[in-house]
């Protein structure tokens, strides 16, 4: 049997530059799921995605998905892709499977947390308070030296890391400090700072849901418990904003902090994951 891809519709070309075509799979001629291949909104033409994958449940289990992929890679190739990125969610075991297996290497996860009841307190001798004007320029500089130098190691080319992570303030922080649904904190220990915490309250992928978009602690200060106290602190602003989930990003490797967040019951709720097209 002879899996392929067809096309359902002619190439599309967006009004923000990207392009994408649904595909349907297809087994001698037989309809057995769909792949939509398009190109990256943020990282160009450069980079391409897979989405929406899916096979029919008589036909999973047959190595279909698997063709589909490769074929979806091929296209992508043809589009001048050098690089596809495909994102899956937690519950989609197989799916994380078969991208493994295909030489996909994880990026970043997304993990979330229900929020309820009172906020929570933060520990003795800790204080969080707003980050002062005098302190923003030199914390924006760090994060995005922090951001870039992340994705810079997890296969993003250097000059794409840095417009990704200006593009990123630009959108998210317009106003600086004062921009609408922003909390930037600076959390002390008996008067010191120690670490800081960038929470959005209205993110258009997650509505009901605080974002931690950073937290950092300072370098002299680490392995204090500063970090766990700045999630906490997070938490009590999602609670205090009426929200009911936290929700943040944690690159792949980053075990500190994925053991920090476990403990504290965040959870898994979707994987994104690249792979290099030679």
């Given amino acids: 049997m002879t899996t392929t891809l067809r096309p359902t519709e002619p190439l599309q070309q967006h009004p923000d530059g990207t392009r994408s075509r ?6 001698n001629g037989r309809p057995v799921g769909g792949v939509r291949v398009s190109t990256h909104p943020e990282y160009g033409h450069g980079v391409a995605r897979l989405e929406d994958l899916h096979i029919e449940e008589p036909d999973r289990g047959r190595g279909r998905g698997t063709v589909a992929v490769l074929a979806a890679e091929e296209v992508a190739r043809g589009w001048g892709c050098r690089r596809v990125e495909i994102s899956v969610p937690e519950e989609s075991a197989a799916a994380l499977r078969l991208a493994t297996a295909l030489g996909y290497v994880p990026r970043n ?12 307190e933060l520990p003795p001798g800790s204080t ?7 302190e923003f320029g030199p914390w924006l500089a760090d ?3 922090r951001f870039a130098r992340s994705m810079i190691t997890r296969g993003v080319p250097e000059a794409e890391a840095y417009a990704k992570a ?8 317009p106003d600086g400090l004062a921009t609408a649904n922003t909390l930037i904190s600076v959390l002390e220990h008996d008067g010191t700072p120690v670490g800081t915490l960038w929470v959005g309250l209205e993110m258009a992928l997650w509505p009901d849901a605080a974002y931690v978009l950073n937290v950092e602690v300072r370098e002299a200060q ?11 602190l997070a938490e009590a602003q999602g609670i205090g904003a009426g929200k009911g989930r936290i929700a943040l990003n944690v690159f792949a490797g980053n075990t500190p902090a994925e053991r920090l967040y476990s403990a504290l019951g965040y959870e ?11």
């Fill in 22 to 27: 649904r595909y349907q799979v297809c087994v």
């Fill in 109 to 120: 996860r997304n993990m979330a947390k229900r929020l309820a009841g009172a906020p929570p």
């Fill in 128 to 134: 969080a308070r707003p980050m002062s004007e005098d």
């Fill in 143 to 145: 994060d995005r030296e």
């Fill in 166 to 173: 200006d593009e990123g303030h630009v959108l998210l922080l």
């Fill in 222 to 232: 680490r392995g204090r418990g500063h970090g766990r106290t700045l999630m906490l």
């Fill in 268 to 278: 898994p709720t979707a994987h994104h994951l690249y792979k290099e097209l030679c």
